[in-house]
Nanobody, 116 residues
Framework: QVQLVESGGGLVQPGGSLRLSCGAS????????MRWYRQAPGKERELVAV????????NYGNSVKGRFTISRDNAKNTVYLQMNSLKPEDTAVYYC?????????WGQGTQVTVSS
């Protein structure tokens, strides 16, 4: 059974930092491209970051370039999203996504709220 479990969300002040984690199980994590998405109230789901299976290449949504960093530790079956210089518009539920050949799998999401 494929499972993705996000953690690390919470309330942070503008300009602050937060690191999200996504623990994966039920598939060969080291062979999977991983993604972070987010969805804010009243907005469409937005791609935040992508990382290749070995972590050698990354891509980011325009709104987070230069502020967020995606990384992974295949020995721990975990993908991370380091979020710096957070803005109120970063407030959203953040979802971990596994791009598998037969299906895309999603975690339950973790809430990030950026507010003073």
């Amino acid at each position: 059974q494929v499972q993705l479990v996000e953690s690390g969300g919470g309330l942070v002040q503008p300009g602050g930092s937060l690191r999200l984690s996504c623990g994966a199980s039920g598939f060969t994590f080291g062979s999977a491209r991983m993604r972070w998405y987010r969805q804010a109230p009243g907005k469409e789901r937005e791609l935040v970051a992508v990382i290749t299976s070995a972590g050698g290449r990354t891509n980011y949504g325009n709104s987070v370039k230069g502020r967020f960093t995606i990384s992974r530790d295949n020995a721990k079956n975990t993908v991370y999203l380091q979020m710096n210089s957070l803005k109120p518009e970063d407030t959203a539920v953040y979802y971990c996504n596994a791009d598998l050949p037969w299906h895309d799998y999603w975690g339950q999401g973790t809430q990030v709220t950026v507010s003073s």
